[in-house]
């Protein structure tokens, strides 16, 4: 079913620098949606990265449902924030879901030849019948599907990016700030999106600023600067987020 467990992780950037992770320990249960939410330079992004094995630990371990993440990296898939893509790349809504086909470990070792016959007919490697129409349909964009990217609003190229990170046969989902610069009415929508997801068994860890009521729809939240300030459902946490007096979240 796919649990992740990360274990006392400590990461630094360089050996001179002070630890962006100091003994950060988190579980992503299979049918939960989990808030890690934290002031800006908490270390986030930093997490996510290690948690999808971009980056490894100086000390810790993650495994999934015991083994290690080094073996069982295909579950895992991060979505990136909104903000590093570019939308004004010329391609369909329907092209940049299908691209998420294609295993990305390293960059260098992405064949371009790969891509180009993709982008050319984004069908032709779904293994399953209809899957790219039935992830669009998924998250609600399937109308969209021969929209061009810069035309979309910024809540489109949200659920854009979730039905590419979907094309994985990944089961634990890491989404970095999804929900940044979405207006209520587009928070709320890809929050109902999520939920459904987790419902149907899928993992997701979602890192957010959001410290207001949004985090009740939330199973499980952890507080994060640099180490687990809390962990606990949103209830316990609400009572202890005055005690850690955080403000500039
Ligand atoms: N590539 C990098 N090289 C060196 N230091 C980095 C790098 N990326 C992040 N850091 C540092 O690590 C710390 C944690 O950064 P990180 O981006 O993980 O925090 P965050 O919680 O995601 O922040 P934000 O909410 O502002 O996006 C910060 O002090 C940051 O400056």
């Not at 990360?6 to 949606?33: E, M």
């Not at 371990?61 to 570019?86: F, H, K, Y």
């Not at 992830?135 to 061009?148: E, F």
């Not at 990217?149 to 994985?168: I, N, V, Y």
């Amino acid at each position: 079913m796919a649990t992740l467990i990360a274990d006392n992780l400590t990461y630094s950037y360089s050996k001179k620098s002070k630890p962006a992770l100091n003994k950060v320990s988190v579980q992503i249960k299979p049918g939960t949606l989990t808030a890690l939410v934290g002031p800006n330079g908490a270390g986030k992004s930093t997490l996510l990265k290690l948690l999808q094995g971009q980056n490894n630990p100086d000390i810790g371990d993650i495994t999934i449902d015991g083994e290690s993440l080094v073996r069982t990296r295909s579950q895992v898939a991060l979505m990136p924030q909104r903000s590093s893509m570019n939308w004004k790349f010329p391609i369909t809504v329907e092209k940049l879901v299908s691209l998420g086909q294609i295993k990305y470990s390293k960059s260098k070792n992405t064949n371009p030849f790969q891509i180009k016959a993709l982008l050319a007919n984004p069908k032709s490697w779904v293994n399953k019948c209809c899957e790219l129409e039935a992830t669009m349909q998924r998250v609600g964009i399937s109308n969209l599907a021969n929209r061009r990217l810069d035309s979309l609003s910024g809540g489109q190229q949200q659920r854009a990016l979730l039905a590419k990170t979907l094309m994985s046969p990944a089961r634990i989902l890491l989404l970095d700030e999804p929900c940044a610069a979405l207006d209520p009415p587009a928070k709320d929508d890809f929050l109902k999106i999520v939920r459904k997801l987790a419902d149907a068994g899928l993992a997701l860890f979602i890192s957010s600023h959001d410290w207001g009521s949004s985090l009740n729809s939330y199973d499980q939240v952890v507080v994060l600067d640099k180490t687990v300030l809390a962990s606990g459902t949103p209830n316990s946490i609400q009572g202890k987020l005055d005690d850690l007096n955080i403000s500039s979240l």
